[in-house]
C-alpha cells in the first residue's frame, strides 16, 4: 500500500504515530499539525451541530454539588466495580461562555447521536466502531453506561465547529472503559481505553483512530497490564487471538516505527496498525477489512473477560491491578500531546481538567 503520509511533514507523521492509546497520548505540538490542516481551508458551517436527544447549556460554571441523580454507577442505579467516576472539583472549568454541555437524560438514547461531522457535513468516519464496541458493552458483557464527570457527555464550541462525545461503561468484571469521539473541521478522532476490574487482571484493551484530511490511520492492541514472562504467559491465547486476526487481516499489520513503542511495557507485539488513503477509502476499506477486524477482536476481548480468574478480595494482587492502572494512565499521561488540540479548540481550563480528570482519571489517584 502507498504511504498516504508522503505528503507530511516527518514531525506530523511522527505526531500521528504517537497519539496512538493517547487521545488519550499524544496527537502533537499544534503548530505543524494546525498549519497543515487549516492551510488554505475555510471552516464548514456548523449548523449540523449537536444531536438533538441530549439537553444543551451554556457552560457558565454549573452549580457545585456533592453528588446527583448522576452519581453511583448505571443503569438503574447499580453499584459498579471499582466505583463510579467523581465529579470534577473545580467550579470553573467550563468558564467560557462559548462552551455547551449536554448530559444524557436518564443514560437514554444512542450512544453517539450525530448523523454527520461538523467539519463538512459528510460522515463520521469512525462511528461504526464506537456504536460496535457499545452495543458489545451492553449487551455481551452486561456492562452500563456510567456518569461522565462534570456532565461532559458531549462538549460543544460552535464558535469553532467543535466538539467531543464522551462516554464512560463500567460492569463487575470491567472497571471502566473510556469512550471519546473528537470532531473537528480539521480531523476526527475515535479512542477508548478498557480496564479490568481490581479482580482481574487481563489486558487492556486500546484503539484510536484518526481522520486528518485525506489520510486515515488506526492502531489497536491487547495491552498488557504486567511486563514479565509470567504475565505473558498467562495471557498468551489472548495475545494469539489477536495475532489471528491480524494474520487474517493482513492490511492491518503494517510496520510501526520503533521510536515510541521501544521500551514501553504498555504495548504488545500483536498491535494491529493501518494507515490509508482516498483509494483504500473508495475501496471500502473500512466495510471490508477494519469493520469485520474489530468486531472479532470485541468478540475476543468478551471471551478473555469472561474467562478471566478472579483474585480473591483484598488481596495483594488487586491492590498491584489499582497501581499498575494508575501506572498506565501517568505513562500516557506524561507523554500526551493533545492539549494544545483541545486547548485551540474548547479552551485552557476545559482542556486541562479534561485531560487530567477524564482522559488519565487513574493517574491522578482516582478510584
Request: charged share 20%; net charge neutral; aromatic share 10%.
Given at each position: 500500500m502507498g504511504c498516504?503520509?508522503?505528503?507530511?511533514?516527518?514531525?506530523?507523521?511522527?505526531?500521528?504515530?504517537?497519539?496512538?492509546?493517547q487521545?488519550?497520548?499524544?496527537?502533537?505540538?499544534?503548530?505543524p499539525?494546525?498549519?497543515?490542516?487549516?492551510?488554505?481551508?475555510s471552516?464548514?458551517?456548523?449548523?449540523?451541530?449537536?444531536?438533538?436527544s441530549?439537553r444543551s447549556?451554556a457552560?457558565?460554571?454549573?452549580?457545585?454539588?456533592g453528588?446527583?441523580?448522576?452519581?453511583?454507577?448505571?443503569?438503574g442505579?447499580?453499584s459498579?466495580s471499582?466505583?463510579?467516576?467523581?465529579?470534577?472539583?473545580?467550579?470553573d472549568?467550563?468558564?467560557?461562555?462559548?462552551?455547551q454541555?449536554?448530559?444524557?437524560e436518564?443514560?437514554?438514547?444512542?450512544?453517539?447521536?450525530?448523523?454527520?461531522?461538523?467539519?463538512?457535513?459528510g460522515?463520521?468516519?469512525?462511528?461504526?466502531?464506537?456504536?460496535?464496541?457499545?452495543?458489545t458493552?451492553?449487551?455481551?458483557?452486561a456492562?452500563?453506561?456510567?456518569?461522565?464527570?462534570?456532565?461532559?457527555d458531549?462538549?460543544?464550541n460552535p464558535?469553532?465547529?467543535?466538539?467531543v462525545?464522551?462516554?464512560i461503561?463500567?460492569?463487575?468484571r470491567?472497571?471502566?472503559?473510556r469512550?471519546?469521539?473528537l470532531?473537528?473541521?480539521?480531523?476526527?478522532?475515535?479512542?477508548?481505553v478498557?480496564?479490568s476490574?481490581?479482580?482481574h487482571?487481563f489486558?487492556?484493551?486500546g484503539?484510536?483512530a484518526?481522520?486528518?484530511?485525506?489520510?486515515?490511520?488506526?492502531?489497536l492492541d491487547l495491552?498488557?497490564l504486567?511486563?514479565?514472562?509470567?504475565?505473558?504467559?498467562?495471557?498468551?491465547?489472548?495475545?494469539?487471538?489477536l495475532?489471528?486476526?491480524?494474520?487474517?487481516?493482513?492490511?492491518l499489520?503494517?510496520?510501526?516505527?520503533?521510536?515510541y513503542?521501544?521500551?514501553?511495557?504498555?504495548?504488545?507485539?500483536?498491535?494491529?496498525?493501518a494507515?490509508w488513503g482516498?483509494?483504500?477509502?473508495?475501496?471500502?476499506f473500512?466495510?471490508k477489512?477494519?469493520?469485520?477486524a474489530?468486531?472479532?477482536?470485541?468478540?475476543?476481548?468478551?471471551?478473555?473477560?469472561?474467562?478471566a480468574?478472579?483474585h480473591a478480595p483484598g488481596?495483594?494482587?488487586?491492590?498491584?491491578?489499582?497501581?499498575r492502572?494508575?501506572e498506565?494512565?501517568?505513562?500516557?499521561?506524561e507523554?500526551?500531546?493533545?492539549?494544545?488540540i483541545?486547548?485551540s479548540?474548547f479552551g485552557?481550563?476545559?482542556?486541562?481538567?479534561?485531560?487530567?480528570d477524564?482522559?488519565?482519571?487513574?493517574?491522578?489517584?482516582?478510584?
Amino acid at each position: 500500500m502507498g504511504c498516504p503520509f508522503a505528503q507530511l511533514s516527518p514531525l506530523l507523521l511522527l505526531s500521528c504515530l504517537v497519539l496512538f492509546f493517547q487521545f488519550g497520548a499524544s496527537f502533537l505540538s499544534p503548530k505543524p499539525l494546525l498549519a497543515s490542516l487549516q492551510r488554505g481551508r475555510s471552516l464548514a458551517d456548523a449548523s449540523a451541530g449537536v444531536g438533538s436527544s441530549s439537553r444543551s447549556r451554556a457552560a457558565s460554571p454549573p452549580p457545585h454539588h456533592g453528588g446527583s441523580s448522576r452519581d453511583g454507577g448505571g443503569r438503574g442505579g447499580s453499584s459498579r466495580s471499582g466505583g463510579g467516576p467523581r465529579m470534577l472539583g473545580v467550579s470553573d472549568v467550563l468558564a467560557p461562555p462559548e462552551l455547551q454541555l449536554q448530559s444524557d437524560e436518564g443514560f437514554e438514547g444512542e450512544p453517539l447521536a450525530w448523523t454527520e461531522s461538523l467539519g463538512s457535513g459528510g460522515p463520521l468516519f469512525f462511528a461504526d466502531l464506537l456504536r460496535t464496541q457499545a452495543s458489545t458493552l451492553e449487551f455481551e458483557l452486561a456492562l452500563g453506561r456510567s456518569p461522565v464527570p462534570r456532565c461532559m457527555d458531549t462538549v460543544c464550541n460552535p464558535e469553532r465547529r467543535s466538539r467531543v462525545r464522551n462516554l464512560i461503561y463500567t460492569g463487575d468484571r470491567v472497571r471502566k472503559v473510556r469512550m471519546s469521539y473528537l470532531d473537528t473541521p480539521d480531523m476526527q478522532v475515535y479512542s477508548t481505553v478498557a480496564y479490568s476490574a481490581p479482580g482481574h487482571d487481563f489486558p487492556l484493551l486500546g484503539l484510536s483512530a484518526m481522520a486528518m484530511g485525506s489520510v486515515r490511520v488506526l492502531a489497536l492492541d491487547l495491552q498488557p497490564l504486567f511486563p514479565g514472562e509470567d504475565y505473558a504467559a498467562k495471557y498468551a491465547d489472548a495475545n494469539a487471538k489477536l495475532k489471528a486476526i491480524r494474520n487474517k487481516y493482513p492490511q492491518l499489520g503494517e510496520e510501526l516505527r520503533k521510536d515510541y513503542y521501544k521500551g514501553s511495557p504498555f504495548f504488545s507485539d500483536s498491535m494491529m496498525y493501518a494507515r490509508w488513503g482516498p483509494k483504500e477509502e473508495a475501496d471500502g476499506f473500512m466495510d471490508k477489512v477494519v469493520m469485520p477486524a474489530f468486531r472479532e477482536c470485541m468478540q475476543a476481548y468478551v471471551e478473555i473477560v469472561n474467562q478471566a480468574p478472579a483474585h480473591a478480595p483484598g488481596s495483594p494482587t488487586e491492590q498491584a491491578v489499582l497501581e499498575r492502572q494508575a501506572e498506565f494512565d501517568r505513562f500516557h499521561a506524561e507523554r500526551e500531546q493533545v492539549r494544545p488540540i483541545l486547548t485551540s479548540k474548547f479552551g485552557a481550563s476545559f482542556a486541562d481538567t479534561y485531560v487530567s480528570d477524564f482522559l488519565f482519571a487513574y493517574g491522578g489517584g482516582q478510584r
